[in-house]
C-alpha cells in the first residue's frame, strides 16, 4: 500500500518557519563528526559488502531486538537460526506496533534516506517490496561499509577499542588514500579494572602482556603494560578514552593497598565487594591522569544496569539487549572524583552520558563546578545516551544543559551504534535541535537574529567537535 504523501517529508519534526530555515539553511548539508561508534574497523577496512537488509539493519541492533521480543517474536528470528528473509519479515510485523517508539522514527527516517523509499511504510502488507528494493541498492558500490560512510557525509568517525587490540585495521584504512574518512580508535579500558571475576581478569592481563610486551607480575608492571599500550593507541591517533560504568567509583584508598589487591586477583583470588570498589577508584583517578597526560578526553557511561536476564546471558552473552537502567546515586562519588582531579591539577576534558533521566539536572549542576576556564565547555554534559536518544530525551538533555551550562559549546551528537545505517542519527539530532532553537525564535524566547542562532547551530553540529577533540577535519566557512 503507498501512502498519499511521506510521512519522512523534507520538514519532518520542523514546526515553525524559523525552525526550517535553520535546518535546510544551517544545518543539512553540514558534515558529520561521529566521536564515539561502536562500527567494526575490520568491516570498514575491508569495505564489507552486506549480504542482505537483514546483516545491514539487524544483526547487531539490539534496539530492533528487544522491540520483537516485547512483540512476541521467537528468539530464532531474533538472533536464532532463521533465514535472513524470516528475520526480516517477524521486523516488519513488528514495526507497526512501535508507534510513538523512536525505533519508528529511525526505521522510517532510514528507509528514506539510504533507500529513497518514502512512498511505504514497513509492515507486513509492504514488507516483500522493501526487502527487494533495498537488496537491489545493496549490489550497488555504494552501499559497502565505506560507500555508506561517505554517502552520509563523514568525516571523522572514532570507534571502540580494547587496549589490547592490534589496531591492525586502524593502521590499514590509516594507509588508504582511497578512504577519506579518518577512522581512530577510541581506549577502552574496562576489562582492566573488572577484578570481580579473577578467571576472565587474568585471561584478559595475559593478552594485555603480549601485546605490550612485558610480563605482568605486579601492579606496577601492569601499569608499565597499560602506559605501554596508551601510547600505541596515542600514535594510532587516538584522543579519547571512554569507561561504561554502572556507578562512579571514588572509594577512599591507600597507595599500599592496590598492590595488595591486584596479587590476590592475579593468584586467581576473588577480591571483597570493598576491595574491588578500592580498585576501580583507584584504576579510574590514574587512568584520568594517563589521559590529562596526553591531552585525551575522558568519556564516562554511567548508569547502565547490565546483563540482567542470567538465562539469556548464558545464552547470548553480553549487548544483546538485556540491559537496563540504574538508580545508584551517582553526585557525591562523581564530585569526589572530579575534586581530586582537579586539586592535583589532572582533570582531563571530560564528557558524561548518564542513562537514567533523573540525573540530566544532577550532572548538568555538578559540572558546573569544575569549569576551570583553559577550555570551553571543558567538562560536557554529553548528549541524550541509548535509553534516552529518541525525541524527548534529547529535547530534555538540551533543555538542562541550556538552563545549566552553554548549549552554545556542546560537542553534539553521536551514534553510538554498531549500524552503518545509523548516521541518519545526526539528522535527527539536528532536526530536533533546530525545531526547539526556531519555535523560541517565534515565541520571542530567543532573538529574532538568524545570524546569532544560526552560529550556535554550525557550532554544536559540527564545529565544536572539531575544535573541542583538536581532530584535523575540514573547517567551516
Not at 20 to 49: F, G, K, M, T
Not at 181 to 210: H, Q, S, Y
Not at 323 to 333: L, S, T, V
Not at 361 to 368: D, E, Y
Amino acid at each position: 500500500m503507498k501512502l498519499k504523501e511521506p510521512f519522512i517529508t523534507p520538514d519532518f519534526m520542523l514546526e515553525t518557519r524559523s525552525a526550517r530555515h535553520l535546518y535546510h539553511q544551517y544545518a543539512a548539508e553540514l558534515p558529520i563528526i561521529d566521536y564515539h561508534s561502536h562500527l567494526s574497523p575490520a568491516q570498514l577496512a575491508s569495505n564489507h559488502r552486506f549480504r542482505s537488509l537483514t546483516e545491514l539493519w539487524l544483526s547487531c541492533d539490539h534496539y530492533k531486538w528487544r522491540a520483537m521480543r516485547a512483540n512476541g517474536i521467537d528468539e530464532r528470528y531474533i538472533t536464532g537460526d532463521a533465514s535472513d528473509w524470516e528475520k526480516f519479515e517477524k521486523w516488519a510485523a513488528t514495526v507497526p506496533y512501535l508507534l510513538r517508539n523512536p525505533l519508528y522514527h529511525w526505521t522510517h527516517l532510514e528507509l528514506a534516506r539510504y533507500f529513497g523509499i518514502t512512498d511505504r511504510l514497513l509492515s507486513p502488507a509492504t514488507a516483500k517490496s522493501i526487502w527487494d528494493d533495498a537488496n537491489r541498492r545493496l549490489e550497488q558500490a555504494g552501499f559497502s561499509a565505506r560507500g555508506l560512510v561517505l554517502q552520509s557525509k563523514v568525516v571523522l568517525l572514532c570507534t571502540t577499542d580494547d587496549p589490547t587490540d592490534s589496531l591492525e585495521h586502524h593502521h590499514a584504512l590509516a594507509s588508504d588514500t582511497g578512504f577519506p574518512v579518518k577512522v581512530l580508535p577510541t581506549w577502552r579500558p574496562d576489562r582492566g579494572m573488572a577484578i570481580e571475576e579473577p578467571k576472565a581478569f587474568n585471561a584478559w592481563l595475559d593478552r594485555l602482556a603480549a601485546a605490550a610486551d612485558i610480563d605482568i607480575h605486579d601492579y606496577n608492571s601492569y601499569w608499565e603494560a597499560l602506559r605501554r599500550r596508551h601510547d600505541y593507541f596515542a600514535a594510532a591517533g587516538c584522543r579519547l578514552s571512554d569507561h561504561a560504568m554502572e556507578m562512579v567509583y571514588a572509594a577512599e584508598y591507600s597507595p599500599e593497598e592496590i598492590p595488595r589487591i591486584f596479587d590476590k586477583v592475579r593468584a586467581g583470588q576473588r577480591p571483597s565487594r570493598e576491595e574491588t570498589l578500592k580498585f576501580k577508584s583507584a584504576m579510574l583517578y590514574e587512568l584520568a591522569c594517563l589521559d590529562y597526560s596526553k591531552g585525551w578526553t575522558q568519556q564516562f557511561h554511567i548508569g547502565a544496569m547490565r546483563n540482567n536476564n542470567s538465562r539469556m546471558f548464558t545464552r547470548l552473552g553480553p549487548d544483546s539487549g538485556f540491559d537496563a537502567i540504574a538508580d545508584w546515586p551517582i553526585a557525591q562519588p562523581l564530585a569526589r572524583l572530579l575534586d581530586r582531579l582537579d586539586s592535583a591539577g589532572q582533570l582531563p576534558q571530560t564528557i558524561l552520558y548518564n542513562l537514567n533521566p533523573k540525573d540530566n539536572a544532577v550532572l548538568a549542576a555538578l559540572l558546573g563546578c569544575f569549569q576551570d576556564g583553559s577550555i570551553p565547555g571543558k567538562l560536557q554534559l554529553g548528549s541524550a545516551w541509548w535509553f534516552l536518544d529518541q525525541k524527548d530525551g534529547i529535547e530534555r538533555q538540551l533543555e538542562d544543559l541550556s538552563q545549566m551550562g552553554l548549549l552554545s559549546r556542546f560537542v553534539g551528537m553521536l551514534t553510538d551504534s554498531r549500524s552503518f545505517l545509523s548516521f541518519s542519527r545526526h539528522e535527527y539530532f539536528r532536526r530536533i535541535l533546530c525545531n526547539l532553537l526556531g519555535r523560541e525564535m517565534e515565541q520571542g524566547l530567543l532573538p529574532r537574529d538568524m545570524f546569532l542562532v544560526s552560529r550556535l547551530v554550525r557550532d554544536v553540529c559540527y564545529g565544536n567537535a572539531a575544535r573541542y577533540f583538536g581532530f584535523d577535519v575540514p573547517t567551516l566557512p
